[in-house]
């Protein structure tokens, strides 16, 4: 059985709870799910870890799986599987509203040095997100249930991570693809296409920026869909 071991994205925590309406459809799919906690989000520990603890994170998850792995990062969690995605059990990589890295770049240096207006830097060394801008911007296709219970899971996370540049480049090497949510208010899909490297295939999904909330069975089934085309 394929594992498909997925990184979240940015100022959150509870790494399960984001990938949990993930878990039966991609299991009666033959698809086994597992969420990486991440040190710089504090789900490991008071330390907060940097870009290179949340490579180790995956690692370890890539260790104790089960099967062909396949790396899913979302948003910041692209990071994180650039690099991890090296290790010789990992099949191939998917990205979702993400950015793909390349030698030498962070992940600041890819978005602009102007913090996005919903970022809220604080003076030591984290960052956070303000809730209602992330209820409008990020989950505006979801369910009111759903919206509370992810905003209540927002929190601060290490800025180190966001000026580090992965060590290896695991795109380069391995079969990619890239997923464009076309109704993601915060990264707009014509900025997602640009991210896009040659030789990535590209999906197209409707919606926001968290599928896996707003339409766990229907992106279960791309997400396989993607894995069986490579």
Known sequence: MTTLI?????CVRDAEWWWAQMTQPLADLGIAGVAVPLPSCGET???LGDLYADVDACREAIAVAEGPVVLCGHSYGGMVITEAGADDRVTQLL???SVMPNAGQSQAELIGSEPAPWLQPGEDGTVGVDPDMIREFFLQDCDETTTEQA???LTRQSLTPFTQPPRQIAWQQKPTTYFVCTEDLATPADVQRRRVKEETRLVEFTAGHHPFLSRPHEFAHSLAA???HV
Do not use: K, Q, S
Request: no cysteine; aromatic share 12%.
């Open 45 to 47: 520990g008071a330390e």
């Open 95 to 97: 990205y979702v509203t």
């Open 6 to 10: 997925f990184v979240h994205g940015a």
């Open 151 to 153: 905003v209540a899971r």
């Open 226 to 228: 993607a894995i069986e």
